[in-house]
């Protein structure tokens, strides 16, 4: 079994998760894929609706503050489930996802566009220790930042450099769209690929090397194997002397 993921892809961190090299490539590509699908308007995704969203306009989305839901079926994220064992069917393979729009209230994001992106399933991967498959729990949450071209994405040293002068400041006020949790940045647009999206989330939050926390076999051999018995203790030698002692 190949572990998920790119072989060699030295951007992946020691704990199996995507780093930061991986999302941003994963972020500026996430509008290429053509879904052959109709365009989807803010306008058309009411507040809690449960809608199959492929495409959006981001930034009247985040403007008007819409939101939507979802669920979608693992084996339809081809690239997610790109050399991992057969996906289950029905409720157990379903993705469920949900996105916020809104604008940055407080900080350096006041006024902002920003998608806060929700994304759990249980796609079955292959432990790397044990060869067995199991459901890997995810549940992520993203902030997302949307911009209007790529040379925005690297702006975050404009960002670095205010909040160094404000070390000293009071920091009241600042909320969580504060310089410390900024959002990851991507392009927006308004044809936006929300589904490539999710799929994206979905990629990063899979191990590289997916483990079991304790593999069943090892599990198993440990409860069968027998007690030990506890070691018998030797007399000391000067109670064997007094017992001597005593004899004469």
């Not at 995810?138 to 690297?154: G, N």
């Not at 909320?175 to 994206?200: M, N, W």
């Amino acid at each position: 079994m190949t572990p998920k993921g790119k072989p060699g892809d030295a951007s992946r961190r020691a704990d199996g998760s995507a780093g930061a090299g991986v999302k941003a490539d994963l972020r500026a590509g996430v509008n290429a894929g053509d879904l052959n699908s109709g365009d989807v308007s803010a306008g058309d995704v009411n507040a809690g609706v449960n809608a199959d969203v492929k495409r959006i306009d981001a930034f009247a989305f985040a403007r008007l503050g819409k939101s939507a839901h979802g669920k979608i079926a693992l084996v339809r994220l081809a690239r997610a489930v790109e050399g991992l064992p057969e996906q289950p069917p029905g409720e157990a393979g379903l993705v469920t996802w949900s996105v916020q729009g809104e604008e940055g209230k407080t900080g350096l994001l006041l006024g902002q566009p920003i998608l806060r992106l929700h994304v759990q399933a249980n796609p079955v991967v292959v432990c790397q220790r044990c060869n067995a498959p199991f459901a890997y729990p995810v549940d992520s949450e993203v902030v997302l930042q949307l911009v209007k071209s790529e040379d925005d994405l690297d702006d975050d040293h404009s960002f670095a450099d205010q909040g160094d002068d404000d070390d000293d400041e009071d920091d009241e006020g600042v909320g969580r769209d504060s310089v410390s949790q900024l959002p990851e940045k991507v392009v927006g647009s308004h044809h936006f690929d929300l589904l490539a999206q999710i799929e994206d989330e979905l990629i990063l939050s899979i191990p590289y090397v997916p483990k079991h926390d304790v593999c069943p076999g090892a599990q198993a051999k440990a409860s069968e194997a027998p007690e030990e018995e506890p070691a018998v203790k030797r007399p000391s030698p000067f109670a064997v002397l007094e017992q001597l002692k005593h004899k004469d």
